[in-house]
């Protein structure tokens, strides 16, 4: 099967599975975006708007992971950098843990609905990929 990030490598189903999961998250940090753009015009506190760029990088670290995964990468400890909600120093994170991804998808998903509830038009061209 060819990979779904239309790299033009062929893989295994477990690996087609993994690059449609990095898909998926890359458009849920699009959304996410989209989410800490309304919380800003908004005037959403700033605190919240730091935790959700916690939560876009974190995606893309997932987004990062998944695809090094499904194209061959060997399974080893990988680590993201977050900025600190205090303006210090980035934190350095291990990442991540197997219910990660899924709990953050979660989180993502919440944000993105209430966001979608205060501001429709900003999510007018946004379509999440489907995993399938």
Known sequence: MRCPCECGR???????????????????????QRARQVGAENGAPPEDLVEIERMIRRG???????LLLAHGAAVTTFYIELPDPTGGEA?????????????WEEWVLGTITMSMGVDREAFAT????QKV
């Open 126 to 129: 946004w379509v999440p990929y």
């Open 60 to 66: 893309e670290y997932f987004d990062r992971a998944f």
């Open 91 to 103: 934190i350095r994170e291990p990442a991540f843990k197997v219910d990660d991804p899924d709990d």
């Open 10 to 32: 062929r893989v295994n189903r477990k690996d087609v599975k993994l690059a449609r999961r990095a898909l998926f998250v890359r458009s849920l940090c699009d959304g996410l």
